[in-house]
């Protein structure tokens, strides 16, 4: 009953930042664990970050820890990630997700998706 609309994707240069926003609807996100996720083609689906119901606990990455940040507003009932210094390898399609509060690292732990936004960094 949870409907989550991404935005904010597009192409840029390597080195560039892009803000990806998330917008929910139909229910309050503040119980759940909110993630980002990345799938490029041929490639698995990954967590590139997640942040607790409360918004004190962030998770990240390894390929994008201290350049990607995750946020939350639970009163607006949006998530965002800031992307820093940009790579090629950052290229694919970036979902929202919502699930339960432990921030599990599998994908199929999350019971409500967004339709992703593309982004795609050129060199």
């Known amino acids: 009953q949870v409907q989550l609309v991404e935005s904010g994707g597009g192409s840029v240069q390597a080195g560039g930042s892009l803000r990806l926003s998330c917008t929910a609807s139909g229910y309050t996100i503040s119980t759940y664990c909110m993630g980002w996720f990345r799938q490029a083609p041929g490639n698995e689906r990954e967590r590139v970050a997640a942040i607790v119901a409360g918004g004190g606990i962030s998770y990240y990455a390894d390929s994008v820890k201290g350049r990607f940040t995750i946020s939350r507003d639970n009163v607006k009932n949006t998530v965002s990630l800031q992307m820093n210094s940009l790579k090629p390898e950052d290229t694919a399609m970036y979902y929202c997700?919502?699930?339960?509060?432990?921030?599990?690292?599998?994908?199929?732990?999350?019971?409500?998706w967004g339709q992703g936004t593309q982004v795609t960094v050129s060199s």
């Open positions: 997700a919502a699930g339960p509060s432990l921030c599990r690292l599998n994908p199929n732990d999350y019971n409500y």
